[in-house]
């Protein structure tokens, strides 16, 4: 195999590598915006029960927990992922 042949197959199969990769990770991104629809759907009865109980639609000392626990698993970039899923949940109303 020449030095030409042995690079052209290496970046084939990187190619390959990278294409199962990502489709690896496009299956993951599926699975998550899921289970962040389904977190929604659940976040927005407990709102409604709150209301509907007198009290508030966000209860900020239960956000913090959820904060601290996405900071806990994946540092402090967590806490802006933690962030942006709270806003989705609460929605607009």
Known sequence: MTMATAAEQELSD??????????QIDALDGAITRLVAERTRLSRRIQTARMNAGGTRIELGRERDVLDGYRSALGPEGAMLGD???RVCRGVR
């Open 14 to 23: 990187n190619a390959a590598a990278i294409a199962a990769l990502r489709s």
């Open 84 to 86: 942006a899923v709270l």
